[in-house]
């Protein structure tokens, strides 16, 4: 098997600084180990110094924060939550959680992300039909800012809270300010896979002292203060440990680095593919800075004279990663009965949509192979430059 012999090139793993030892020895030595301690207190400070959110709680997972927001707009059983359809299902299922129904709204062609057109028709559609909607979701996919102006108008105008996924969108910007602080309530993730990675975690970002700190208390069992055990509501188990938070502080230090990297990723592959028809990529507004967690690629197969599947596969064959582009909630099995309003934009998205390996630790090596593998394709495909 040559190629299985070949080192796997990921589409994004974990890149650690080197900060992030000492850190976690620090964690050791005063065997602060168990939940919560002074790295977490750090990270959260880390955090809203970097994207001037006031207040940030660290968690255990983006979609426990997702969850805790959702729990803070009082999202109870029978109530709607509208959510893009273009996402990682983590954004939908916290409102399943909470026994509330998703609401799907596509995206459009500008950012991918949610449409506010279609936005506003679900809102009056679903006031129309005497429905409690109680929370908006926005995704900044793949680390681009959706428009937020007038999602956030929408949301005002219906009196609606906006809660943000910006788990892809740590270090990207709308109008020079920071994807998560635009809505009531804000969420990061630091999985494995994304922009910087505590292994496994996410963050609750808000300006309101007392909501973040009802979040903290839900993600520690809901303790009453008492000496004994004392619960006058149900409580989770969603913080993150002293250890993880550590790793996390070390991440912080090369936030900026990391970002830079992902963006030269991205300019590499528009200078790859340039000449050759068919390929477009996510678009970048003057409103905004994406952080490129992934560089993702359209594919005209009319065009390109190949399609995106013809692409992945030559990829695997090298032992490389590649994905398809999100499939959207509302094509979802789960997801089948639940309400949607338009759908074709994402549709297309995700039946012509490719992720590159995107991580800002390709080595030089990496690139040659990667490049070697999209140009044989290109030039098998495409009549010349
Ligand atoms: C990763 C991700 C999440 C979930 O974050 P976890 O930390 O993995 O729970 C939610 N939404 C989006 C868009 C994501 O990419």
């Given at each position: 098997m040559e190629n299985s012999e070949k080192k796997k090139i990921w589409l994004s793993s974990p890149h650690m600084s080197g900060y992030e030892e000492a850190y976690i020895k620090e964690a050791f030595a005063s065997n602060w180990i168990a939940p919560l301690g002074p790295h977490v207190d750090a990270f959260e400070k880390a955090l809203c110094s970097y994207t001037g959110a006031r207040h940030a709680a660290a968690l255990s997972s983006g979609t426990a924060a997702l969850h805790l927001a959702l729990m803070l707009c009082n999202v109870q059983r029978g109530d709607e939550v509208i959510c893009q359809s273009f996402t990682f299902s983590a954004s939908a299922n916290p409102i399943v959680y909470q026994g509330a129904t998703p609401v799907f709204v596509d995206s459009e062609e500008d950012t991918w992300n949610m449409d506010p057109q279609l936005l506003e028709e679900a809102l009056k559609d679903r006031l129309a039909r005497g429905k409690k909607i109680k929370a908006v979701?926005?995704?900044h996919l793949y680390g681009m800012p959706a428009k937020l102006n007038e999602i956030k108008a929408l949301c005002e105008r219906f009196e609606v809270p906006l809660i943000e996924d910006a788990a892809e969108a740590l270090g990207s910007q709308y109008r020079g300010r920071a994807c998560g602080t635009f809505g009531r309530f804000g969420i990061l993730s630091f999985n494995g896979n994304k922009i910087i990675t505590t292994s496994g975690g996410g963050a609750l970002l808000g300006e309101e002292a007392q909501a973040i700190e009802k979040a903290r208390f839900l993600a520690t069992q809901a303790r009453?203060?008492?000496?004994?055990?004392q619960h006058s509501h149900i409580g989770y188990n969603y913080r993150l440990s002293n250890v993880l938070a550590g790793i996390g502080r070390g991440q912080m230090q090369v936030l900026d680095e990391r970002v830079a990297q992902r963006r030269r990723n991205f300019d590499r592959y528009v200078r790859i593919f340039s000449g050759f028809p068919g390929i477009d990529f996510q678009p970048e507004s003057p409103d905004n800075f994406s952080n490129r967690w992934l560089t993702c690629i359209l594919i005209n197969p009319e065009l390109a004279g190949f399609d995106r599947e013809k692409l992945r596969l030559a990829l695997e064959n090298e032992n490389i990663e590649s994905r398809p582009l999100w499939k959207p909630m509302h094509l979802q099995p789960v997801f089948k009965d639940a309400p949607a309003y338009g759908g074709s934009v994402c549709a297309r998205l995700f039946q012509d949509g490719l992720c590159l390996p995107s991580g800002s630790n390709l080595s030089p090596q990496d690139w040659?192979?990667?490049?070697?593998?999209?140009?044989?394709?290109?030039?098998?495909?495409?009549v010349s430059r």
């Open positions: 979701i926005a995704v009453d203060p008492a000496p004994h055990y040659e192979r990667i490049e070697e593998t999209l140009y044989s394709v290109l030039e098998s495909n495409t």
